[in-house]
Structures are given as C-alpha cells and as structure tokens.
C-alpha cells in the first residue's frame, strides 16, 4: 500500500471507533480509561553519529463501558442485598475479605481446566466432572459484551511526572468533546 493510502486506512478506523464511542455514550453509558506504556525499540542498520538506535515511549489507551449500570442495582437482588448489606457508616476489614471455601473451589476448577487443556490425554477424563462455567450470583451481568474503544496513542512516556499530567489532561479534553458531542456534556461541569 501506498503510505497515502495507509494514511487514509488509519483516517476511516479512528473515524468509525470514534463514531461508535459517541453513539455509546449518547446511549447513557458511561465507562473506564484503561492504559499502559508502549515501548518500541527500533534498531538501525548503519549506526552513525546522527543514526542511532531509537527507544521509542508511547502510551496507548481506550474506554470501556461499565458492565454493571444503575439499572442493575434496582433490578438485580444480589446486587440491592449486598448494597443494603455492606453499607456501614464505618468500614469493616472484614467486608473486604473473601470466601475463602469459594475460592478454593474456584481454584480448583480452574487448575483443573488448565491440565485438561495442556494434558489432554492424562485428563481428558476429568472433563465430565469439571463444569464448564463457575456459578456466582452476576452471571447475567458478567455475561454481557464487553467492548472496548480504543483512543489515540499519545507520544508520552508514563514514567515521567510532567507526561502524566499531560496524559491526564489529553483524557479530560477528549472526554469532554465525546461528552459534548454524544449530547451529555452537562456530565462535566
């Protein structure tokens, strides 16, 4: 491909996720900034004074929309009881800690789906007994497409304050002309 034809690639994808984004948001789902560095190494062939090997630090990111909304704490029961529950005027330690009997179940089922997988003909008998899903009480909220909209890579490097600051402002503008241009702008004033 011709770079002006790449160029014009890349224009049409950023344009559809974008489009997609704002159509989310208008629909009243709000999400999550999810990120990390990207670090690319380019090496030359013919190393010079003025052509060296490059270290290149980018920061690539993207929204993702919440899988539990507000709806679901009015009509799910697990989530109104455990609501109503768990809210102390005071915080607990113990409400942070876990079932611990669950978790060894867990684990074990888990552990159990790897060895059949990397073992098939040792294990391939245990996959009548090892359930092919763990029950828990969100099921049907855990169970819902998550999507992911990625946002424009950034030259910054995480690990330096003043590119942290930048990333952080680069977010709220962006936020702010999705939210504006979804018609939910009041959500950042």
């Not at 003025?50 to 009509?75: C, G, L, M, V």
């Not at 159990?112 to 909220?141: C, G, N, T, Y």
Request: glycine share 2%; aromatic share 10%.
């Amino acid at each position: 491909m011709a770079p002006s034809s790449k160029s014009s690639v890349l224009k049409n994808l950023e344009n559809d996720f974008e489009s997609s984004l704002i159509k989310a948001i208008h629909k009243g789902q709000d999400g999550k900034l999810n990120g990390d560095n990207l670090d690319i190494y380019v090496k030359t062939n013919d190393i010079r004074m003025t052509n060296q090997n490059k270290d290149y630090h980018f920061f690539a990111s993207d929204w993702s929309p919440f899988r539990i909304t507000e709806s679901d704490f009015e009509t799910n029961t697990f989530l109104k009881t455990e609501l109503q529950r768990k809210r102390p005027c005071e915080l607990d330690i113990n409400l942070f800690q876990p079932d611990v009997k669950q978790v060894r179940e867990n684990i074990k089922c888990l552990v159990a789906r790897q060895l059949i997988q990397l073992f098939p003909e040792q294990f391939q008998w245990m996959e009548a007994v090892v359930p092919a899903h763990i029950e828990h009480p969100l099921e049907d909220i855990m169970s819902r497409e998550t999507k992911s909209y990625p946002l424009p890579i950034q030259l910054k490097n995480e690990m330096k304050y003043e590119d942290c600051i930048c990333i952080l402002d680069s977010f709220e503008q962006q936020m702010k002309q999705l939210y504006e241009r979804a018609g939910r702008g009041r959500y950042f004033y």
